[in-house]
């Protein structure tokens, strides 16, 4: 694979009317490698393609803005994807830039540009790309796209397209680099605000690690999915938190070893969420579960966590790797858990307790997603109440609990209402773990040790006098797993199968359990036969252990 880094800065900025604000575009130059199958592989797309009919992106518009490569203002800017690099229908295309609209390729608006190209591959490329069948790409120059300026008055301006682009999904391989704290809240508002009116997910690079240490804008923005890129456990994004108050930034990363690789998986993985959703995959409320926020939910829950992720009550996600690396399989599983409604909402005084009610309903599934509105006053807390019988009857038997929580940035709105996610043990009324951060607009629990056991899972919206609203949509994806690894004879042979749901995990053997245990992690790649993954191994002589390892 070959990756350059290359910056662009567009003119100092100065007091003048419409000038240029000092942001940098950044991204890596890409090319499609042999390297993208194994990356289908490691983010859940060949196994879903596998147990799945048509999850393809099919019926949805996506927009690829582009930063131009050469910084040459003489002549059409290069931000063009060859629809030959992509092996994509030169039909499905509009070019757009200050010089106008097209749908040729080549043309009189722009040049092509290898970055487009490299990161279309990963998006929706036919030979290594995510979602292969989209319906439209609307390839935009990123200099008209999103415009920064100073006016006469010295006020920071960001203008994105007036009108709706009618794109639900929209990739950013770009950031403008370190910029100040005013300029990075100038353009988060910019996105925010367009995301919110118009339902628009964009998906935006966090920026390569060797550029600056924190995350940037546009990845830095309240409602976008910041996507961040890791390979074979090394990092190679920004790290959060945002430089303004702190957020989590970025949400989620992928594989590849620049932002601008990992981003167009998120994109592509998104894509085939909505498709899932608008076709009745999670049901008949196809609004709810194709809705941007549903779709980052589901993104989100159905990372993996990668050795080292951690978290708190108060930060949300890893300032690394977000909620963990995309998978997109476990995502859609969930989504295919249906809609499931809260239980029962409830109200108690600003700040006071709220533990468990004794209220004898339960959700029916243990993996699944709601889209649901909860509301507060000036003297109350609304709470929203989530029951979970978690069992399967085998004694001793933990489960992995997750549960990621999002809303949006309201449309021309500075702060956020405060929602927080709480689990809670209904047998004793213990608190198990909670996250409340006070500025992200992700909550976020993962608990790899849960007992069996009744559980109340909370969503609380805040009241007080500092809300933005005194009711707010939100969407959560939930899911608790005890996944079993079944030893039995089969013929001379050891026959290994667990469940297909959730993936991510690897048998793992040694011949001895005596400290310290040397796990052998190559065994045989299973076959999935009936929802299980089955795998054949010879007897021997000696001792076998055997376990699931995510590793």
């Known amino acids: 694979m070959v990756s350059a880094e290359i910056s662009r800065a567009t003119n100092a900025m100065k007091n003048l009317p419409r000038q240029k604000a000092a942001l940098v575009f950044i991204f890596a130059v890409s090319f499609c490698t042999a390297a993208q199958a194994q990356y289908l592989d490691q983010i859940g797309v060949t196994l879903l393609r596998a147990m799945t ?3 393809d992106g099919s019926g949805i518009r996506v927009a690829q803005p582009e930063a131009n490569l050469d910084g040459n203002t003489n002549h059409p800017s290069a931000f063009e994807v060859n629809t030959n690099t992509a092996s994509q229908l030169a039909g499905r295309f509009t070019y757009t830039s200050a010089a106008g609209t097209t749908n040729i390729f080549p043309n009189s608006v722009g040049n092509e540009s290898g970055h487009a190209g490299g990161v279309a591959g990963y998006f929706y490329g036919l030979s290594g790309g995510v979602a292969t069948n989209v319906a439209q790409v609307d390839n935009f120059d990123a200099d008209y796209f999103i415009q920064a300026y100073t006016n006469a008055f010295g006020n920071l ?13 929209v990739n950013q391989s770009f950031t403008f680099g370190s910029v100040s704290t005013n300029w990075q809240q100038a353009i988060d508002s910019a996105y925010d ?3 919110a009116q118009y339902n628009t997910l964009f998906v935006s690079a966090a920026c390569n690690a060797d550029i600056s240490a924190k995350v940037c804008p546009p990845g830095t923005s309240y409602n976008c999915i910041s996507v961040g890129a890791c390979l074979n456990g090394t990092v190679y994004n920004s790290l959060g938190p945002t430089i303004d108050n702190g957020r989590c930034k970025p949400d989620i990363t992928a594989p590849a070893d620049a932002t601008s690789h990992s981003t167009p998986q998120v994109s592509g993985a998104a894509a085939l969420l909505m498709q899932a959703a608008l076709r009745g995959d999670g049901g008949g409320d196809t609004n709810s579960a194709s809705d941007m926020r549903t779709t980052k939910a589901l993104l989100l829950n159905g990372a993996i966590k990668p050795a080292g992720w951690t978290n708190s009550n108060s930060s949300p996600l890893d300032f690394r790797y977000g909620a963990g690396v995309l998978n997109v399989f476990n995502s859609y599983e969930q989504l295919a858990g249906g809609k499931n409604g809260c239980i029962i909402s409830t109200n108690v005084l600003n700040g006071s307790p709220h533990p468990p009610i004794g209220d004898t309903g339960s959700i029916g599934v243990l993996s699944g997603w709601d889209f649901n509105t909860n509301s507060s006053g000036t ?9 979970f019988n978690v069992t399967n009857n085998l004694p001793g038997a933990n489960f992995t609990a997750t549960a990621t929580l999002v809303w949006n940035r309201q449309p021309g709105e ?13 047998a004793n009324s213990n608190l198990v773990a909670c996250s409340t951060s006070l500025v992200d607009n992700v909550q976020h629990l993962w608990l790899p040790q849960l007992t069996q056991g009744r559980y109340d899972l909370q969503v609380l919206k805040n009241g007080g006098t500092n809300t933005v609203s005194d009711s707010e949509t939100y969407a959560l994806a939930f899911e608790f797993f005890s996944l079993p690894l079944n030893v039995a004879q089969a013929g001379t042979n050891i026959a290994l199968s667990w469940p297909v749901y959730p993936t991510g995990f690897a048998v793992e053997s040694t011949t001895n359990l005596s400290p310290p245990i040397n796990w052998n992690t190559n065994p045989p790649s299973p076959v999935v036969t009936n929802n299980q993954n089955y795998i054949l191994l010879n007897t021997t002589n000696a001792a076998q252990f055997f376990r699931l390892h995510r590793p």
């Open 157 to 169: 301006i960001v203008v994105l397209p007036a009108a709706n682009i009618n794109d639900p999904v």
């Open 414 to 426: 500075t702060n956020i209402n405060n929602l927080d996610l709480f689990l809670f043990n209904t």
């Open 193 to 195: 605000d367009y995301a």
């Open 379 to 387: 003297n109350f807390d609304g709470v929203n109440h989530y029951y």
């Open 53 to 55: 009919t048509n999850v």
